[in-house]
């Protein structure tokens, strides 16, 4: 009996996701090693990986445009590159979690950052950047804050 698509959508929605995981801890590590880079490495690579998330969501707007069934389940992802993109959310990290939909997670962050605040291991600038947007993020995806 033929999978109807549901194995291919599948394994689409899976190649798609380790994909945008790989550039989301690639934005990541970039800004973790930004002290180790020039100016110049550092804007070129930033540069190239928007650009290969923008391919990433010109493929998903073509998907989402000529198969229903991957709508839902990609939606996600398509927010979270268009907030990478549009640099809405700055840390990877964040995007990563509001892609894969882990509120959760967004919410354990969000309780280390105020315990990190509190101990002064995280400066009071950075520490309102990060807290404005995990809360985006959890309202975005449907959550009460």
Do not use: H, W
């Not at 198969?67 to 990877?92: H, R």
Request: hydrophobic share 35%; glycine share 4%; with cysteine.
């Amino acid at each position: 009996m033929a999978s109807r698509g549901t194995t291919e959508t599948s394994k689409l929605k899976q190649n798609l996701e380790e994909q945008l995981d790989r550039l989301m801890q690639q934005l990541q590590d970039l800004e973790e090693c930004r002290e180790e880079l020039d100016a110049d490495e550092y804007e070129e690579t930033k540069k190239e990986t928007l650009e290969q998330l923008s391919e990433i969501n010109d493929s998903l707007k073509k998907i989402m445009s000529g198969d229903m069934t991957l709508v839902d389940e990609l939606s996600g992802m398509q927010l979270a590159i268009q907030a990478a993109i549009s640099q809405a959310f700055k840390t990877p990290e964040v995007i990563r979690m509001f892609a894969k939909k882990q509120p959760r997670q967004l919410r354990t962050r969000l309780a280390e950052m105020d315990r990190d605040l509190m101990v002064g291991k995280l400066g009071r600038d950075l520490y309102t950047q990060q807290k404005v947007e995990i809360l985006t993020a959890l309202r975005k995806l449907g959550e009460k804050v």
